[in-house]
């Protein structure tokens, strides 16, 4: 019988841009992990025979020491995707002009540094707003893959907050950081977002049909700090569920999924960051082990248009953070 299939990607959140949500000094200078990240990635994905959508960052395009590992990945076969320019959690924040302008400079980055021109985006932090999808069909992209329903988005922004030292301007900055309660309540199978009279294919990052609790793999890292084997068994089950309740899954994945504290000690407040590198890695190898036996994994872009071909719902969009005003235009300006 033929192996249900599912998608794979990757944020390739840089060092800079993990300092710079966490307000760790330094990061203006651009620090990265790519040398060692990068071929940690393109092994396991070649172990196991995987091809995944690459969500990169503008602002590292823009820089030329990053490009050969950008480059290495395009060459590798793998999808590139947008995922903004300046790497703002709260980039839906923005005004609709802002929000255009970023994504477009994004786009021309990513093309020149990896010779792909990307037809899909996911926000940074899971931002997404109407203005965001405008931009997207202005650029002519396929599809969007912003959206993480599960309800504990507020939960986690609260406990950022509280370990984070953040003065009131920032923790009004990132005010929607993470999403709202209603993000719990979006689908979990694709459908497509109705902005312009055009239509923009939304593709969520999976959590456990029901209980929606999420089974990406820095949720993965973190239960294996209690305990390896309920970390391995919570993921059959979600994988269980998922086919049970007929959802093809997406699975998300980050760089830090690759690094141990033992490797970039300034992020060790990160989740994830207490495990050391080898048992990270270990705990990587189950997964995709798990995930390349499971299904046919397929990157976002063929997700994409096996959903489209199966017919998809129109939805029209509608989020909390429109109702607001633009609170970050102008706050910072990058030097790319």
């Not at 985006?121 to 992209?141: E, N």
């Not at 929606?212 to 269980?240: D, E, K, Q």
Request: net charge negative; hydrophobic share 45%.
């Amino acid at each position: 019988m033929a192996k249900p299939f599912a998608s794979l990607s990757l944020d390739l959140d840089n060092q800079w841009s993990y300092m710079k949500t966490g307000a760790i000094a330094g990061w203006e200078s651009f620090p990265s992990y790519f040398d060692v990240a990068v071929p940690r990635i393109l092994s396991a994905f070649d172990r196991y025979g995987l091809t995944a959508t690459v969500f990169v960052v503008g602002q590292d395009a823009a820089l030329e020491p990053n490009r050969k590992y950008l480059r290495r990945i395009a060459d590798a076969g793998h999808e590139i995707g947008n995922h903004s320019f300046f790497h703002e959690p709260w980039l839906n924040c923005q005004s609709a002009p802002s929000i255009a302008e970023e994504l477009a400079r994004a786009h021309d980055a990513i093309l020149a540094a990896t010779g792909q021109a990307p037809v899909g985006f996911r926000g940074p932090g899971f931002s997404i707003s109407t203005a965001l999808l405008q931009a997207l069909t202005q650029l002519g992209y396929r599809y969007d893959a912003s959206t993480f329903p599960t309800f504990i988005g507020p939960l986690a922004r609260a406990y950022y907050f509280l370990t984070s030292g953040f003065s009131d301007g920032e923790k009004q900055t990132r005010a929607h950081l993470f999403g709202s309660l209603a993000d719990g309540l979006r689908p979990l199978r694709p459908y497509r977002w109705t902005v312009d009279g055009m239509g923009v294919v939304e593709l969520p990052v999976s959590t456990i049909p029901l209980i929606r609790a999420p089974f990406h793999f820095t949720y993965l890292s973190f239960l294996a700090g209690i305990s390896l084997a309920m970390a391995i068994a919570y993921f059959r089950v979600a994988l269980t569920m998922c086919r049970l309740a007929g959802v093809q899954p997406s699975l998300l994945l980050h760089p830090l999924d690759f690094l141990g504290g033992d490797d970039i000690g300034c992020l060790s407040g990160f989740p994830g960051m207490r495990m050391n590198a080898n048992a990270k890695l270990a705990l990587m190898e189950k997964v995709l082990d798990i995930y390349a036996r499971s299904f046919e994994v397929v990157p976002l872009r063929e997700h994409c248009a096996r959903a489209e071909a199966a017919g998809l719902r129109d939805i029209e969009p509608s989020f909390a953070v429109d109702a607001f005003p633009a609170l970050t235009d102008g706050l910072q300006e990058q030097v790319s």
